[in-house]
């Protein structure tokens, strides 16, 4: 099972991101490679690429099972339960079942891979992830030949999730990914950030991230997963077509109706901090960009 970890960035990424690197990584970096003092060196050695810092990446959130604002999710979250905790896998699988977090980690091997996060909001975050990949997940259970698509739902429980008392979006929240999608090595099941648990806020126990796609489509609290023959329905774009498409590509030359795509401002650069370029497909464009051959990025979007 165990895979190796081939899509972080190497030293040869750096370049090209270099509107990524904070001021005393470039510093350093203009000072002779290898010798960056970061405070966290495992993202500097392997990338080039600060995270941002825990307080950070758990205090500023979207959750609107628990409200739409930012600090919400670090305020209200705590009243979701996660334990005991299980997925449902169904739909086009061989084997069919609930499955428990214990039995699914039991079979899966987790990594670390610092990722680039890009919300469709125009913010941005780079975060240590801990967890494995979802083509594991979806081998453990049998991909069946008909599948083409992979729906997914996040837990719904109104008296432990005060937001899903508005009708903001059509509880509980769903989201989809093609099958080449949610196969990819790049797709990660997360269960860790830094080393320690996700929280709450960000998702916990178990959640979807999708590091080239906008953030919406990373599925918190994660409590089925269906293989489908057709396109599974997604909630921002139910709630907007016109504004969210299936795809959600993050893509700097496709605009938001109603703004630019084409910078983002990198949440905790302080109050100086400058908008940063946006990259296509997050900057994993390498790695992703031949799904999408042959495809009008701007009608799929
Ligand atoms: N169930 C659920 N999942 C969700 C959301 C949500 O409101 N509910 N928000 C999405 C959006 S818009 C973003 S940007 C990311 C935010 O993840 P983070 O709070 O861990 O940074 O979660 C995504 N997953
Ligand atoms: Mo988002």
């Not at 990594?111 to 979802?134: D, K």
Request: charged letters at 20%; hydrophobic letters at 40%; one cysteine or more.
């Amino acid at each position: 099972m165990a895979r190796r970890w081939k899509n972080d960035l190497s030293a040869a990424d750096v370049t090209p991101y270099g509107a990524f690197l904070n001021r005393r990584q470039l510093l350093a970096g203009a000072a002779g490679l290898g010798l960056a003092t970061a405070a966290r060196p495992v993202a500097a050695a392997a990338e080039g690429l600060e995270p941002n810092s825990w307080e950070e990446i758990t205090t500023y959130n979207n959750y609107y099972e628990f409200g739409t604002g930012k600090s919400d999710p670090a305020s209200y979250a705590y009243m979701l339960t996660t334990q005991p905790w299980s997925v449902t896998i169904d739909g086009l699988v061989d084997r069919p079942g609930d499955y428990s977090l214990e039995q699914i980690l039991g079979e899966m091997t987790i990594e670390q891979r610092i990722y680039r996060f890009r919300c469709v909001e125009a913010w941005s975050m780079v975060i240590p992830w801990n967890g494995f990949e979802l083509a594991d997940l979806l081998e453990m259970a049998g991909v069946q030949d008909g599948a083409k698509y992979v729906a997914f739902e996040t837990v719904l429980r109104r008296e432990e999730m005060p937001g899903t008392r508005y009708p903001i979006l059509d509880w509980p929240y769903v989201e989809g990914l093609r099958l080449d999608e949610a196969m990819h090595p790049l797709t990660l099941m997360a269960t860790g950030i830094y080393d320690r648990p996700v929280p709450n806020q960000n998702g916990a126990p178990i959640r979807l991230v999708v590091p080239w796609k906008y953030g919406y489509k990373s599925i918190k609290s994660i409590v089925r997963i269906t293989l489908t023959e057709s396109e599974p329905p997604t909630s921002w774009n139910k709630a907007n077509a016109r504004e969210y498409g299936f795809y959600s590509n993050v893509n700097p030359e496709v605009s938001h109706p109603r703004w630019s795509q084409a910078t983002e401002r990198p949440i905790g650069g302080g109050l100086f901090a400058r908008r940063q370029p946006t990259l296509m497909f997050n900057g994993y464009q390498d790695e992703v960009a031949a799904m999408y051959d042959g495809m009008d990025l701007s009608v799929y979007h």
